[in-house]
T-cell receptor, first 116, second 114 residues
């Protein structure tokens, strides 16, 4: 149980285009999902908290107009990187809260974004 | 604010040897503590977690961790490592009761030599 998927697993796009990444909880419902960014050989940096049916909460320094988050259902959250630039190239990982008290994060496999 | 320190950036261990990865946390109340493992290019897999109760917790793949409140530590151990254990290990701390955000340590990269 507690499986989280991400799609796509990797994507290459041209500078200026937008890219959408999906995060799904496959065998449980998640009212809360998280989006992280990870640079090579570094730890995870929380970008935003995604709550079903409400606006996402962004961490300080994360541009909410650039990283659009939509959590339209209890099993799906999407992250759209708008007008992507090479500096947005990174590994993006989502997680979903699961457990009796929604107290444990389960992570997706990540999405490698490369912006040319 | 909560924080996590993993003092060892990189550890090399011989296959079959024992392993201990260190984790120290800073948090004002009783924390939720987690260990995750990440293989190259992959997401994070939960190894084990501590919320309350027995301070020695067992996880998957033969790992265990011990919560020591007096030392603010939650070290990960395994009695005999396998080559497949080579990966990046992250310790994380979260708050109880409602604040689900996790704070991660910087990670420890584990290399296994034959």
């Amino acid at each position: 149980g507690a499986v989280v998927s991400q799609h796509p697993s990797w994507v290459i796009c041209k500078s200026g285009t937008s890219v959408k990444i999906e995060c799904r909880s496959l065998d449980f419902q998640a009212t809360t999902m998280f989006w992280y960014r990870q640079f090579p050989k570094q730890s995870l940096m929380l970008m935003a908290t995604s709550n079903e049916g409400s606006k996402a909460t962004y961490e300080q320094g994360v541009e909410k107009d650039k990283f659009l988050i939509n959590h339209a259902s209890l099993t799906l959250s999407t992250l759209t990187v708008t007008s992507a630039h090479p500096e947005d190239s990174s590994f993006y990982i989502c997680s979903a809260l699961e457990g009796i008290r929604a107290d444990t994060q389960y992570f997706g496999p990540g999405t490698r974004l490369t912006v040319l | 604010a909560q924080s996590v320190t993993q003092p060892d950036i990189h550890i090399t261990v011989s296959e079959g040897a024992s392993l201990e990865l260190r984790c120290n946390y800073s948090y004002g109340a009783t924390p939720y503590l987690f260990w995750y493992v990440q293989s190259p290019g992959q997401g994070l897999q939960l190894l084990l977690k501590y919320f309350s109760g027995d301070t020695l917790v067992q996880g998957i793949k033969g790992f265990e961790a011990e919560f020591k409140r007096s030392q603010s530590s939650f070290n990960l151990r395994k009695p005999s490592v396998h080559w497949s254990d080579a990966a990046e290990y992250f310790c994380a701390v979260g708050a109880q009761f409602g604040n689900e955000k996790l704070t991660f340590g910087t990670g420890t990269r584990l290399t296994i030599i034959p």
